[in-house]
């Protein structure tokens, strides 16, 4: 937590010297940079609070039935009005397809791979979203993306909690905790899931979410 802190504190240490009197775009982009780490430290603390709660068997589900086409409608919407690169979405979901879930980690567990997918590609983004009922009769989500992939070796050691694609951010400059892949493998499982990923190094992964429909 001490990154987005020291950043926060050099913002506002910063803006009450005064030097960015008279230089509105600066003092802009530093605002925007201190907004960028809040949003970061409040999503640590609620990932953490969350995974506290898995692990003391505290976590309460609640569990409806989730209309999966507004969802993955919701998260294109978001990311492409947050992403700083261009990105290229494609939905694949029948309109009838609904799966019983906790609504509020449904949405976290999408939206963390979604924000992996950005994180870890280059300047020019594809992404898919797609839903389909597996053989078995498990609903399967899939994301997938053109990034810079995950090695062979590391491709278990990534849902181990602080755990992180060694290459990633030297490549692609992406910020994180390692806590997020862990948090996603912890609720999937609590949902009676399981999610596992395919890869090849510079040709993009998929992420693939099991959930009982």
């Known amino acids: 937590m001490k990154s987005p802190l020291q950043t926060i504190l050099m913002g506002t240490q910063m803006l009450e010297s005064g030097r960015l009197s008279g230089k509105p775009e600066k003092m802009e982009k530093i605002g925007q940079a201190m907004n960028d780490e809040c949003v970061r430290l ?35 919407t978001t990311f492409r009005l947050k992403a700083a690169k261009p990105v290229e979405f494609e939905v694949v979901c029948s309109e009838d397809l609904w799966v019983t879930a906790d609504a509020f980690c449904l949405h976290e567990i999408l939206s963390n791979l979604v924000d992996n997918a950005l994180k870890y590609s280059g300047k020019e983004v594809r992404i898919r979203l797609s839903a389909e009922v597996a053989a078995g009769g498990m609903l399967q989500i899939k994301v997938r993306d053109n990034g810079i992939g995950i090695p062979q070796s590391q491709q278990m050691r990534i849902f181990n909690r602080f755990e992180r694609v060694a290459s990633g951010s030297r490549i692609t400059g992406a910020s994180g905790f390692g806590l997020g892949l862990n948090f996603v493998w912890q609720v999937v499982q609590l949902q009676g899931g399981t999610i596992s990923v395919e890869s090849t190094e510079g040709s993009g992964s998929e992420f693939t979410v099991s959930l009982p429909l």
């Open 42 to 76: 409040l999503t640590l603390s609620g990932r953490v609070v969350m995974l506290t709660q898995i692990e003391r068997g505290e976590l309460q589900l609640h569990m409806v039935r989730v209309h999966l086409l507004p969802l993955f409608s919701d998260l294109v």
